[in-house]
């Protein structure tokens, strides 16, 4: 979930973000818990990518060494999570875990599997693009299949899951033929999010500052329609019909919460967190009524220890 080159040579006409967005408060903050995450005190780190497991387990990549850290939600440091087959990848970006309680994770043109207590499970080698070498940067789980996207190529890569092993990584769909007359270097492909079912996905560009839908079964791509306006995210989270984006490019930073209708083709963005301190956000987890945004630094490599997540109330939680 790279943050795009501040200066691009083409790309979309941004248009001006809507200058005023319904906002709500949120629930009580759960006090008992941090309000920020300490990844590392490293030089050098800057975390990328962000999971948080049903158990408040939580897992931080590093874009800077290709570490992954593992902490809790009650408690305020994270440790390096001892993710064997590891050791020569410079870069991890997205990470999830999955319902085995499986952690995956991608960088540079790997996408590997460890369990829970760190062992490797699998490696699997994206190929080569139209542009050439891969650069895989997020992923989004489903029952039947892995899918990643490749912020170098305009290509989503996918391995098929039978039984519980994950197949090849393979090209699945090279998305230049939603928008033909794009320059291929410019889509940046950043998050990517399914629906419950696997027959819909969200796939953000940071280059075309759009969200694409896709259909699993006939890989229809169109432009989520979220209203006349540029949107362009990093990470991304959906829950249901709600859409939670990290926004650093082309807008203020922070976290941009949308409505969207049943069949996830258009929306409304209802909620803006920008007036939070966020060191420049890539990703975000959420876990309760709570979010956990990644402060990056990547702005300004190597960034400046420590290296944080921080906790945000979720604006539309209706939990006690």
């Given at each position: 979930?790279?943050?795009?080159?501040?200066?691009?040579t083409?790309?979309?006409?941004?248009?001006?973000?809507?200058?005023?967005?319904?906002?709500?408060?949120?629930?009580?903050?759960?006090?008992?818990?941090?309000?920020?995450?300490?990844v590392?005190?490293?030089?050098?780190?800057l975390?990328?990518?962000?999971a948080?497991?049903?158990?408040?387990t939580?897992?931080?990549?590093?874009?800077?060494?290709?570490?992954?850290?593992?902490?809790?939600i009650?408690?305020?440091?994270?440790?390096?999570?001892?993710?064997?087959?590891?050791?020569?990848?410079?870069?991890?970006?997205?990470?999830?875990?999955?319902?085995?309680g499986?952690?995956?994770?991608?960088?540079?043109?790997?996408?590997t599997?460890?369990d829970?207590h760190?062992?490797?499970?699998?490696?699997?080698?994206?190929?080569?693009?139209?542009?050439?070498?891969?650069?895989?940067?997020?992923?989004a789980?489903?029952?039947d299949?892995?899918?990643?996207?490749?912020?170098?190529?305009?290509?989503?890569?996918?391995?098929?899951?039978?039984?519980?092993?994950?197949?090849?990584?393979?090209?699945?769909?090279?998305?230049?033929?939603?928008?033909?007359?794009?320059?291929?270097?410019?889509?940046?492909?950043n998050?990517?999010?399914?629906?419950?079912?696997?027959?819909t996905l969200?796939?953000?560009?940071?280059?075309?500052?759009?969200?694409?839908?896709i259909?699993?079964d006939?890989?229809?791509?169109?432009?989520?329609?979220?209203?006349?306006?540029?949107?362009?995210?990093?990470?991304?989270?959906?829950?249901?019909?709600?859409?939670?984006?990290?926004?650093?490019?082309?807008?203020?930073?922070?976290?941009?919460?949308?409505?969207?209708?049943?069949?996830?083709?258009?929306?409304?963005?209802?909620?803006?967190?920008?007036?939070?301190?966020?060191?420049?956000?890539t990703?975000l987890?959420?876990?309760g009524?709570r979010?956990?945004?990644?402060?990056?630094?990547?702005?300004a490599?190597?960034?400046?220890?420590?290296y944080t997540?921080?906790?945000?109330?979720?604006?539309?939680?209706?939990?006690?």
């Amino acid at each position: 979930m790279r943050r795009a080159p501040a200066v691009r040579t083409a790309c979309l006409t941004a248009v001006t973000l809507l200058a005023a967005l319904a906002t709500a408060p949120g629930p009580a903050a759960a006090r008992h818990l941090p309000d920020t995450y300490v990844v590392s005190r490293a030089p050098g780190v800057l975390p990328e990518g962000i999971a948080v497991a049903p158990d408040g387990t939580m897992y931080v990549s590093s874009d800077g060494h290709g570490t992954l850290y593992r902490g809790h939600i009650g408690r305020p440091d994270l440790r390096p999570f001892p993710a064997s087959g590891l050791e020569t990848r410079p870069s991890t970006l997205g990470v999830h875990t999955d319902r085995r309680g499986r952690v995956l994770s991608v960088g540079g043109a790997s996408l590997t599997v460890h369990d829970r207590h760190g062992r490797l499970l699998a490696t699997r080698t994206a190929s080569d693009g139209p542009l050439g070498a891969p650069d895989l940067n997020d992923l989004a789980v489903t029952d039947d299949a892995v899918y990643v996207t490749d912020w170098a190529n305009p290509v989503i890569h996918r391995a098929e899951i039978r039984g519980g092993r994950i197949g090849p990584l393979e090209p699945w769909l090279d998305v230049r033929g939603a928008f033909p007359q794009f320059p291929a270097r410019y889509w940046l492909l950043n998050g990517i999010v399914a629906n419950t079912s696997g027959t819909t996905l969200l796939v953000a560009s940071n280059g075309t500052e759009a969200v694409w839908r896709i259909g699993t079964d006939d890989r229809r791509i169109d432009r989520l329609d979220l209203g006349d306006q540029s949107f362009g995210p990093d990470g991304m989270v959906l829950r249901g019909r709600t859409l939670y984006a990290v926004l650093n490019h082309g807008a203020p930073h922070g976290v941009y919460i949308a409505h969207l209708d049943e069949e996830l083709r258009t929306g409304v963005i209802t909620h803006r967190l920008t007036d939070r301190p966020l060191d420049l956000p890539t990703t975000l987890a959420r876990h309760g009524c709570r979010l956990y945004v990644v402060n990056s630094q990547l702005d300004a490599p190597p960034g400046r220890p420590p290296y944080t997540v921080s906790a945000l109330d979720d604006p539309t939680c209706t939990a006690p």
